[in-house]
Structures are given as C-alpha cells and as structure tokens.
C-alpha cells in the first residue's frame, strides 16, 4: 500500500504532467498546430524556458526541492500567465484527443514508474513527446480522409462556381463585398471569418457547403510556398481572384519572391475559366487574365465614405459605399468586375455597392461615449494601416491610437509606421512588447504610454481619454506576440 507522501508525489506528477500538457497545446493551437512554428517562430521564446524548459531541469535534476518549487513558483506563475492570455486554449475536438491520448500516457509512464527503476526517464516528458507525435499522425490521417470526403462532395454538386480568393491583402474584406454583392442574384455562400486555411476549408466545405449553393468563395491563406496549391487542390475552383501582393508575413517567406510565387499558385486549377488578378503585381500576365481595377477616378475617401468612378465597358460609372478607406477600392472594384462577369448589371451593382457592410474590425466606425472609434483591429498590413492614420488626420478633436505596430514585419516598416503615428496622433498606447522599442524611439511628438499587459488597457482609456476623442484600434496583437 502506498504511503500517503507517494500519494501526495503520485498526484503532484500528474498535475505537473497536465500543466505541461496545457502549456504545449494552447501553444500549438495558437500556432495551427505546427511544431516548427511553436519551436523556432514563436515570439515570445522566453515562455518556452519559463513555463516548459525550467520546470522539466527542476524536476529532472532535484528531488523533494521540485515539489516545493512546483508549489510556490510553478502553479503561481503559470496561473498569472493564464490570467492575462487574451487567447485561451479553445477546447475543441483535435484538443480532447490531444489530452486523451497525453493521459493514456501518462497512466503508461506512471506504470513504468512502478514496475522499473527507471521512473524518471519514462514520466512527463517521454509522455508529452509521444503525444506530440502520436497525435499529428492521427490529426494527419484523420484530415487525409475529411479531404477525401470534402473534394467528393464537391465533386458530386455539378451545379456548384468556386471562387477561390488569396493575396497579401484584403482577402477577407474582398470575399466578403463579393459575397454581400452577389446575395440577391445567386445562393451564395462564402468561408466564416477568416477560415482560409486547408483544413479549415476541409472543415467548412464538411459541415457547412449547402447542396443548394449557386457560388461558393472561399479564402486561401499561407505561410510557405506549397500552402494554396494544396487549397488548390482541394477545390479545383473555376474562377480566382488573386488581390494585392505585398510583404506580409514576409517572416515566413523570407522574400517577396516567395510571397509572388506562393500567391500564384491560386491560378493553378484544372477548372480554371478565368483569373481576376490586381494589374500591378509583379507577375506575368495572359489572355486567361483580368487585371483590376481597369480606370478609377474621381476617389473621394473620408471618415463618412468613400465614392470613386470606375470605367465598365468603356463608361465611367460612380460607385458610392458607407465602407471606409482608400484601399478598399482595391478589393470593391475586384467585386464589380467579378459581379459584372457574371451579368450584372452596373445599376443593380452600384445599389449593391451602396448597401456594403464594411468587415467586422476593419476600418469599422462606432461612437460609443461622444467618441469616435475607429475599430481597424485585424488589419495588420502597413498600407492598411497608413490609411487607417490618414483617414484618423482628417478628425478635428484629439487623436488617440492604441497599436501593437506591425507582426511578421521588417523594422523598416514599424520606422515608417511610427513616423506617420508620430505626425497625425496626440496619444499612442503602444502595446506589447515585441516593437515597443522600435515604436517608442520614433515616436517623440505624441505622449506614449508603453502597455505591456493589454488587461490594464481599459482603464489607461478611461483615464485618458475624454469627449470628443478620436480612438483608433490599428491592428491588435494577442497577447502570445
């Protein structure tokens, strides 16, 4: 029989073991479950040592001191990080496998534990290790066969027009004005969100394409070379949409070259009757494309509207929309042209186009307190971003950002970011720490609050802010960059 301080080790090592647990798959989870992205792309490194690292030495190399260590340092400290992540670990399906699986070795450990000499070598890590691995070939597996069924399906809906859409870019804000744009004249229907990854497709196409769907548009995104082909793939769509290449995440790509040449591989389906591609990106065009916008004039874009002229069929016809910011002409004129392909009307498209719903915290508008907010919290790109200052310099009262700067970025562009901050804003709150110091050395103008803890960020507004203010939201970091 057990004495009660074996009991006592027996059920510490177990919660030891799932704290562990919890830590490797919120990580992986924030991460699309990629190993090498947790290991070598995180940008907070130091919780690996802190929260992983550390706590495997301690209880590797010390005997009664880890269990003191474990109750006064690690349970606290790992309890604080908890508090303040803005993105907790979402208990889905792929999650419970992960800690069925984790569990069940656990269980197999602590019984090697007691049947050998050699405790310690089989406990925490070899688990956790083994359910790594474990359950990214079961994942691999499972997603082989939900693939499978997904191309069936589409396969079986003859009736069925995909329009596949990536860029660097606006690829959520164009799917979204071509879906509101589109409604009325077909049953449409468009990936939630930001779904844009494989298996996230794989997911949506599963559960949610309707048999009854006219058009389906779907988003591709990627983070290396080989990522849209295998979209691609899967949905062998019939007409593309390839927006605004340009430097985002070039962290993965590593050159613009890269980004062009992963981009492109939306073009490469078998089905493929037409490609909408923006005219000024640098790849080399064909008869099978169409370049956007053709002629745009007359652009109008403030903190009410944004109205622009555009030549269709050789006229100039007006469009007028409630959607905010220069850019989106971009992605509203790849709508247009995509909608009058498809035969549209120019008078039923520029009623369309003035009905526009801009995309949830992209260059949203909402006054909340007799202050003027301006929610741009996904945009992420530095034109993006620009634009969201810009339109912010046209407001008359004191002006306000709250911004992480750029993620996946140069220094380069965070210099230029906070150089236009520092012209335009009366206030930044800089958040996180990842380009804290690039953004606080060159904005000098502007009174700077440095936040590292976003949990405070309500009352620092609340205290700083008054009537009247103008608060822009440019993009929002969680709380693991």
């Known amino acids: 029989m057990l004495h009660w301080f074996e009991l006592f080790e027996l059920f510490s090592h ?21 190993v090498y992205r947790v290991a070598f792309h995180h940008n907070k490194l130091h919780w690996h040592f802190f929260y992983l690292i550390l706590p495997l030495i301690v209880y590797y190399l010390s005997d009664n001191f880890f269990l003191i260590y474990f109750y ?103 799917k979204n004005f071509l879906a509101q744009i589109l409604q009325d004249d077909f049953r449409v229907y468009a990936t939630p969100r930001s779904v844009n990854t494989f298996a996230g497709l794989v997911q949506d196409i599963n559960t949610s394409l309707s048999s009854f769907t006219d058009i389906y548009i779907a988003e591709a995104g990627a983070r290396g070379k080989g990522d849209i082909k295998e979209i691609a793939n899967l949905l062998n769509h019939h007409y593309a949409i390839l927006g605004k290449i340009g430097k985002m995440h070039i962290e993965y790509f590593k050159t613009l070259e890269n980004i062009i040449e992963a981009k492109s591989e939306i073009l490469q389906s078998s089905r493929l009757k037409k490609a909408f591609v923006y005219k000024e990106n640098p790849i080399k065009f064909d008869s099978n494309m169409i370049k956007f916008p053709d002629e745009v004039r007359g652009v109008d874009a403030n903190l009410e509207k944004t109205s622009f002229e555009m030549k269709i069929d050789g006229e100039f016809v007006k469009f007028e929309t409630s959607v905010l910011g220069e850019f989106n002409i971009i992605n509203i004129s790849a709508a247009i042209m995509v909608a009058k392909y498809f035969g549209m009307s120019s008078e039923k498209i520029q009623k369309r186009v003035a009905l526009l719903k801009p995309t949830d915290h992209r260059l949203q508008k909402i006054e909340v307190n007799s202050k003027l907010i301006i929610d741009d919290s996904f945009n992420g790109n530095l034109e993006g971003m620009l634009e969201g200052i810009r339109l912010s310099s046209l407001f008359e009262g004191r002006k306000v950002i709250i911004t992480p700067g750029l993620i996946e970025s140069d220094e380069k562009s965070n210099i230029e970011l906070a150089l236009a901050i520092d012209k335009v804003f009366d206030m930044a709150i800089i958040t996180g720490e990842l380009n804290s110091k690039i953004l606080s050395s060159n904005i000098n103008r502007a009174q700077k609050i440095v936040l590292k803890d976003k949990s405070n960020l309500e009352n620092i507004l609340k205290g700083s802010t008054k009537e009247g203010d103008l608060i822009l939201f440019a993009n929002d970091a969680p709380s693991y960059v």
Do not use: H
């Open 14 to 34: 177990f919660i030891f073991s799932a704290l562990l647990g919890y830590y490797v798959i919120t990580n992986l989870q924030w991460y699309n479950y990629k």
């Open 72 to 174: 006064i340092a690690y349970i606290p400290s790992l309890f604080l990080w908890y508090k303040k992540l803005d993105k907790k670990l979402v208990f889905t399906s792929r999650v419970k496998r992960f800690f069925t699986v984790f569990i069940l070795f656990v269980f197999m450990g602590d019984f090697l534990c007691f049947s050998t000499d050699t405790c310690k070598i089989f406990s925490v890590l070899m688990p956790l290790v083994f359910t790594i691995i474990t359950t990214q070939i079961v994942e691999k597996v499972l997603l082989d066969r939900y693939a499978k069924a997904a191309k069936e399906k589409i396969s079986n809906l003859k009736n069925l027009t995909i329009i596949a859409i990536t860029g660097s870019y606006g690829k959520t804000s164009l």
